[in-house]
């Protein structure tokens, strides 16, 4: 579908082809309902480069950004998202949350469903708690990412970032490098870009490549300048170590020297292979400054301002029936 059929912007709602209640992975998704999903995106992209940014497309809807974790871009941009779109939105951090007083995930959600959201965006430290509290409420849940499970609006932001960038992304070889075994960036990449007919290859020391990394369709790398050659995209990833328990790398130094991307490592790649990072970056630790700053090959900023159309993609999606049946309900 072409991003001017998708009409973003009128009031009452067209059906598009996409068939559940909540946006929870990358995995179930179809090829066809990805793409509906960044055919939808590259409107938002040029409504939030236009001087007037906003619609009232949501407006009367209450997104709530229930928080768990910490996060800067995913919280700013679904909060941007929401409000650009004309919806009420609230941000609930854990800091000043009822969990901190002993109150149970499911308690607190049941608190927010009885305040009537109509769409809550969650994030958590536990892979499933999002799909749980999914089942717990009756509005629409976006997983704005869940532990090292998924986190499937970064994906769609990569995607579309890739995309804009190379037309297609069928038949690039991708490499994602770097923590692997905690990063739900990676699976629900490797889920997204496998399904678009992208090649992934993953790349970790072996301490943080999960062993089902193969089995999701990505080809296993141990050595960084092998599995650059001949990539088109090199996403890099950070030392989750919030996550880690025990020791996984000997230094941040010797990591650097085997997996920190440099110009060096870089050149087995193609000569205009593009750099990636979801953020936040650890420079000096799996990024060398001077190739996340090459203006010309990182993606990174880039990025960023797909995160805010993805997002507003996302709410509007999820939001479609009801803005219909309330259209429907008021006469319009
Ligand atoms: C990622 C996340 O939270 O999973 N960041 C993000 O959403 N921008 C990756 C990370 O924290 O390293």
Redesign the pocket.
């Known amino acids: 579908m072409s991003p001017s059929s998708s009409t973003p912007f009128s009031s009452v709602p067209s059906p598009l082809g996409y068939g559940h209640r909540h946006l929870l992975g990358i995995e179930g998704l179809t090829a066809d309902e990805i793409g509906v999903l960044l055919d939808l995106s590259e409107g938002y992209v040029a409504l939030s480069r236009s001087q007037s940014k906003k619609t009232a497309l949501m407006r009367g809807l209450t997104v709530i950004n229930l928080f768990f974790e910490t996060?800067t871009?995913?919280r700013t941009s679904f909060e941007l998202a929401g409000k650009r779109l004309g919806a009420d939105v609230i941000n609930m951090s854990v800091a000043w949350s009822a969990i901190k007083k002993g109150e149970t995930l499911i308690d607190t959600a049941m608190t927010l469903n009885a305040m009537h959201p109509d769409v809550l965006v969650v994030r958590h430290p536990d892979s499933g708690a999002v799909k749980l509290l999914s089942e717990k409420v009756n509005c629409a849940v976006i997983n704005a990412?869940d532990g090292s499970h998924e986190?499937p609006t970064?994906a769609l932001l990569d995607a579309l970032t890739i995309r804009r960038r190379r037309g297609s992304l069928a038949g690039l070889v991708v490499a994602i490098c770097g923590d692997i075994l905690h990063s739900?960036?990676a699976r629900s990449n490797i889920h997204l870009l496998t399904a678009l007919g992208a090649k992934v290859r993953a790349v970790a020391p072996p301490t943080l490549m999960p062993t089902e990394i193969e089995s999701l369709g990505a080809e296993v790398f141990f050595d960084m300048r092998r599995a650059l050659e001949g990539c088109d995209i090199v996403m890099m990833?950070?030392l989750?170590t919030e996550r880690m328990h025990g020791s996984y790398v000997p230094s941040t130094r010797e990591y650097f020297h085997f997996y920190g991307l440099d110009r060096d490592k870089l050149a087995a790649a193609k000569p205009d292979a593009l750099i990636m990072h979801?953020?936040?970056m650890n420079r000096g630790v799996e990024i060398d400054s001077e190739v996340a700053d090459d203006i010309d090959r990182s993606l990174i900023r880039a990025q960023v301002e797909m995160g805010v159309a993805v997002r507003m993609a996302c709410l509007d999606i999820l939001t479609r029936d009801l803005r219909r049946d309330n259209a429907q309900a008021g006469g319009g």
Do not use: D, E, Y
């Open positions: 996060s871009r995913t990412g986190h970064q739900r960036v990833l950070r989750q979801p953020g936040p």
